[in-house]
Structures are given as structure tokens and as C-alpha cells.
């Protein structure tokens, strides 16, 4: 089993930045992937960024260039850092890690005011 925790969402203005963090516990593989997904109110949820344990990374084209995610092996913690916001960013966060299996946080809403 593992244990998602996330944090750092919250109300933003238009332009504005936020940082999201997801701490991960429990039964962690050193070769597995954590990334950040997104679901606004009546819509699916989809990926926003992504990165393997060796570093690579994956984002969703609406976020390239405004969003960066990292990830600290040593902490099991992945970020996301969100740069000039948009309305269109409103949504709940959630984080994921994958492995053997797939696992969810329990999500993190992100409001951004025009």
C-alpha cells in the first residue's frame, strides 16, 4: 500500500503561482512514476504533468511552459510548481503514483480568480 499526501492549494488570483506537494508513504519502489492530475466540475480527469524516478517528465500541452514538475527521490515527495495561473486551472489536483499498481491522493483544489 502506499499513502499519498498532498498539500498547497488554495485561492489565487489570475497570474498568480501556487506550489503543490505530494509526499508519498508506505510500500515505495525506486522505479515508479508520480504526476498531477486534474478534474474540473463536470469534466474527466486528465493528466497535467508527470515524471519517472529517472527524471523524465511529461505535461499537458495547455500547462508547457507555466507549470514544472520535480520530484525528490530522497523525500519520496513530488512538486508541482504553477506559474501564471489562469481561470482555466480551477480544478481539484490529485496526485498519483504508479508502480505495481496505481494509487491516488486524496486531492487538493486549486481556485483561480479573473
Known amino acids: 500500500q502506499v499513502q499519498l499526501v498532498e498539500s498547497g492549494g488554495g485561492l489565487v488570483q489570475a497570474g498568480g503561482s501556487l506550489r503543490l506537494s505530494c509526499a508519498a508513504s508506505?510500500?515505495?519502489?525506486?522505479?515508479?512514476?508520480m504526476g498531477w492530475y486534474r478534474q474540473a466540475p463536470g469534466k474527466q480527469r486528465d493528466l497535467v504533468a508527470a515524471?519517472?524516478?529517472?527524471?523524465?517528465?511529461n505535461y499537458a500541452d495547455s500547462v508547457k511552459g507555466r507549470f514544472t514538475i520535480t520530484r525528490s527521490i530522497a523525500k519520496n515527495t513530488v512538486y508541482l510548481q504553477m506559474n501564471s495561473l489562469k481561470p482555466e486551472d480551477t480544478a481539484v489536483y490529485y496526485c498519483?503514483?504508479?508502480?505495481?499498481?496505481?494509487?491516488w491522493g486524496q486531492g487538493t483544489q486549486v481556485t483561480v480568480s479573473s
Open positions: 508506505g510500500s515505495i519502489f525506486s522505479s515508479s512514476s
Open positions: 498519483k503514483y504508479s508502480a505495481y499498481y496505481d494509487y
Open positions: 515524471i519517472t524516478s529517472g527524471g523524465t517528465t
